[in-house]
Structures are given as structure tokens and as C-alpha cells.
């Protein structure tokens, strides 16, 4: 084991990839550092609760680290997120590894508790309040690579009936928009060129008594004015929050990438009344319309739930029809998880598991063909790619390079010589589509 050493686990959603970086950096600025598991003082465990099986992966994790720390019980470990602040205090381990449980707003005490707790072995503490008001957390120092994700809030008011989401992040709280702002700069400042805003339902920003009075289009348009952005987007959206302002931020905002991960759930619209989501097939076909008005290469994603309580066949198909309507390019799409405590829970008619799952097969397949028509439309195309490292795949005497194009795509691409690519713009045409990404030719100079 070395002394003042740390290994974090991450599951779950970009706020959770998020939180963990921010506890890395924060941990690596009072002197720790990364080492494997096998070898830390300290191990975190960052879990998601969204459905049952990621919940499930929390039990393995934890099983897997006490089996290659050899159940030491001078290893400190530490389980955080949507799953720590769901089940609490059932998490310490009898055997004692388990000393430390980060709930959602608890994670800006953690570093210090960390401390804490290696001073005193006996000792175990639960950070798992939820505050009031979206507390800063200190700035991500050191935090470079050309991509920002920034948290503009905590939480989310909705309770759409199947979510877990609201009981394990709290109620919407919104960050400061000046706050906002200045991580942006700072960001920026350190080599960022793209900013990607998070948060479980970011056009709700500022629509909560904790909002500063700055709105989500408000906050937008001030972040695209910052010096040295090239591109802006934003995760995740609701279909009822997207105003007439967020739809023309599009036309507007140039660094803003004509790129929208909006989540339908469902096509039908009993199912959407039964999932709570307060629009139905005809306001989202509506919204997508007017989003391709404004940008008519808009790319759009979504996330699907199949097998809702009480989903039919029809209105499976519902989905399926709303899917080609809307052409979007990617989905991530799972079988319904009944989460404890939540309204759908109780539901009747729950959809039989073999039936979700042959739905499921063939959403997905339906999305594949959807995919790869709309990749090969791609192919001969200019288009731009920011480099965000090295990529995997070889090519004699190149090194190959990966990044995104402005539609949020994986995009590979050989590039000569031996220099460090990482953040620069390169102009492509695109040669090729593969299932998931694309391969391009440089096609002009960097930027
Ligand atoms: N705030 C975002 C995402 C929340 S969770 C939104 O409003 O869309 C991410 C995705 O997980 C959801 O979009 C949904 O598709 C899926 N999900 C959430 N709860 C689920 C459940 N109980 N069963 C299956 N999928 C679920
Ligand atoms: Fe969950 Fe709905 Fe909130 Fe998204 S908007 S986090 S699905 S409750
Ligand atoms: Fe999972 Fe929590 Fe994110 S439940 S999806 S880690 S907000």
C-alpha cells in the first residue's frame, strides 16, 4: 500500500464522471496520489442507481476491491453517489473496509472526511445531507484537455414516475450564473476550446428559488461570448422546458453545435401521460421541427425507456414510428427498472421482461439501420474535427488521432508526425462510416 494514495471507480451518468474528477484533483491537491487498486490507501466507489443492473455492478465492485486489497482493513473505502445517498448506512460493511459515504451534496466535504478518516481508523461517517443551495465546490485546478464539462446544477424537480433521480440528487439548485462563468474562464484560460454544460435538466436552470435570475438561455448566450470558445453544448434538456429561446440559440449562438441530446421515452402518449413527462408525441415532433427550422443539420439523440408498466404493442410501435419521424442519430435505450420509492414502482401492469427485452432488440436494430443510413449520407463531407487524443487504431508511419465533429460523432483520423495533437481543430472530409464513428482525411490547415 502506499501512503496518501487513491483509486476512484466510476459508474453512472457525465455529472458522476464529473464529481470523480473533481475529487481526484482535489485529493491530488492535498498531496494524494493515483495508484491501482491493489496499492491505494483510499478507494472510492462512485455509483449510479439510474436501474437495477448498475446498482448491481456497485455490490460487485465493492466485493472486487475487497478481494484485491486482501480485505486489509487499513484500506479506507468510500462509496459515493446516487447509490450511497439511496441505501445510506446499509452500505458500512460489517468487516470494516466500508468507512465513508459521500451522498450528492456530501462531496465537497469528502476530501476533508478522507483525511479524517485515515487518522482515526475507527471512526465512519456519513456525509449524506442534502443542502439547500448549490455550494461551490473550489475550482477544477489543473483540470486541462480541450473539453470542459461544467456543472450549472444540482438535482432535478420533476419525478417523472420511473426516476430515481430526484431522491438521489435532491431538489434543482442552481449554480450561481457568475460562478458558472468564471469556471468557464478558468477553463478556457487552461486550454479548453469546447464547454459542455451539465445537469439533469438544464433549461430548468434559474426556474428554482435558488436561481440567481439568470435563465438557461441567459447563461447560454453569456458563456458562447466568452473569448477562446469554439464550441458549446449542453446535457440533458427537457422536450417541456425547450422555449422558444432555446430553440433559436441555435440559429443565434454560433459555437453552439448543431447537436441535441433530447429524451422522448416514449412515443406514446399514454405513456408519457403515465410516465409523467408533460408532452406528448405531437409537441416533440413540434419541437423537432422547429429545431430543424432554425438548423436544418440539426443531429439529434435520445434516451428510450421499452416495457413501461402498461406499454402495448402499439404503443411500442408508437415509439418506433416517433424514432424514424424524428431521425435521430443515436439513442440509449433500456428496459424499465422498477426503482424503489418511485411512483411507477407501484404501477400495475408491468410489461413482461421477455417481451421488454425483444422490444428492446428491436428498437435497437431499427436505431443500427437509422445510424448507418445517416452516417453514409456523411461520407465525402467537410466537416471539423477538435482533437481529443490518440486514438487505438494504426496506420503505417501516421499516428492515429480521435476526436468529435460538431454533431457529437467519434471521428478517427491519421495525422503525420510527432507532435501532440490534442485540442487542436482539424478541418476533414469524412472517407468512411463504421457502426459507431467515422474516419476522416485531414482536408486543411490546424487551428
Ligand atoms: N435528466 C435526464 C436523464 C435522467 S437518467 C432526462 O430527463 O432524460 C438517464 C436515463 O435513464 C433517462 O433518460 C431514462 O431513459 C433512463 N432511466 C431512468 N430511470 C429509468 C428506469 N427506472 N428504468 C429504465 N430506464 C430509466
Ligand atoms: Fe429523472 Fe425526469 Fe428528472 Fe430526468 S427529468 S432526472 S428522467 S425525474
Ligand atoms: Fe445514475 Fe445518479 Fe447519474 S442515478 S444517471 S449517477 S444522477
Known amino acids: 500500500m502506499i501512503d496518501k494514495s487513491f483509486h476512484i471507480i466510476t459508474f453512472g451518468c457525465q455529472m458522476n464522471v464529473n464529481d470523480s474528477r473533481w475529487l481526484e484533483l482535489s485529493l491530488a491537491e492535498r498531496g494524494f496520489v493515483k495508484a491501482d487498486t491493489a496499492d491505494a490507501q483510499v478507494v472510492v466507489v462512485n455509483t449510479c442507481s439510474v436501474r437495477e443492473k448498475p446498482e448491481r455492478k456497485v455490490a460487485a465492485a465493492l466485493a472486487d476491491v475487497r478481494r484485491v486489497t486482501r480485505a486489509d482493513p487499513k484500506v479506507l473505502v468510500a462509496v459515493a453517489g446516487c447509490v450511497a445517498q439511496r441505501l445510506g448506512e446499509k452500505l458500512f460493511s460489517p468487516e470494516g473496509q466500508v468507512r465513508l459515504l459521500i451522498g450528492s451534496d456530501g462531496l465537497i466535504r469528502a476530501p476533508e472526511a478522507i483525511e479524517h478518516l485515515l487518522a482515526e481508523p475507527d471512526l465512519r461517517l456519513s456525509l449524506l445531507d442534502f443542502t439547500d443551495r448549490y455550494e461551490e465546490r473550489g475550482r477544477m485546478r489543473g483540470a486541462s484537455g480541450p473539453v470542459a464539462q461544467v456543472n450549472i446544477m444540482q438535482g432535478c424537480d420533476n419525478f417523472c414516475a420511473y426516476c430515481i433521480v430526484p431522491f438521489t440528487r435532491g431538489r434543482q439548485k442552481s449554480r450561481a450564473a457568475a460562478s458558472v462563468l468564471e469556471e468557464c474562464r478558468a477553463r478556457l484560460n487552461e486550454g479548453a476550446r469546447e464547454i459542455c454544460l451539465l445537469g439533469q435538466n438544464v433549461n430548468a436552470y434559474g426556474q428554482d428559488k435558488r436561481g440567481d435570475g439568470v435563465t438557461f438561455s441567459g447563461l447560454l448566450a453569456c458563456v458562447a461570448a466568452l473569448p477562446g470558445l469554439a464550441r458549446l453544448r449542453y446535457v ?7 422555449g422558444p429561446e432555446d430553440v433559436s440559440a441555435f440559429g443565434d449562438l454560433a459555437p453552439l453545435c448543431p447537436r441535441l441530446h433530447l429524451p422522448l421515452q416514449s412515443g406514446s402518449d399514454a405513456v408519457l401521460k403515465n410516465m409523467g413527462r408533460k408532452y406528448d408525441g405531437r409537441d416533440f415532433l413540434n419541437l423537432v421541427e422547429r429545431l430543424r427550422k432554425v438548423r436544418p443539420d440539426m443531429a439529434l439523440g ?3 425507456i421499452v416495457g413501461f408498466p ?4 402499439k404503443d411500442f410501435e408508437d415509439t418506433l ?10 439513442s440509449f435505450s433500456f428496459c424499465y427498472s422498477d426503482r424503489p420509492g418511485t411512483r411507477a414502482a407501484l404501477f400495475p401492469d408491468k410489461v ?8 428492446l432488440a428491436r428498437l435497437q436494430t431499427l436505431q443500427e439501420t437509422q445510424t448507418r443510413r445517416l452516417f453514409a449520407k456523411r461520407v465525402g463531407q467537410k466537416t471539423e ?3 481529443e487524443g490518440r486514438s487505438r ?5 501516421k499516428t492515429s488521432w480521435q476526436g468529435r465533429d460538431p454533431y457529437g460523432v467519434l471521428v478517427h483520423l491519421a495525422l503525420s508526425g510527432n ?5 487542436k481543430m482539424v478541418p476533414v472530409i469524412i472517407t468512411q462510416c463504421k457502426k459507431h464513428t467515422l474516419m476522416a482525411q485531414q482536408a486543411g490547415g490546424l487551428w
Do not use: W
Open 385 to 387: 474535427i477538435l482533437i
Open 419 to 423: 507532435t501532440d495533437y490534442t485540442g
Open 321 to 330: 414510428n416517433m424514432m424514424e419521424a424524428c431521425e435521430f442519430v443515436s
Open 236 to 242: 440533458t434538456p427537457h422536450p417541456k422546458d425547450m
Open 352 to 359: 413482461d421482461p421477455a417481451v421488454s427485452r425483444e422490444r
Open 393 to 397: 487504431r494504426q496506420e503505417a508511419g
Open 310 to 313: 402498461g406499454e402495448s404493442e
Open 302 to 304: 435520445t434516451d428510450i
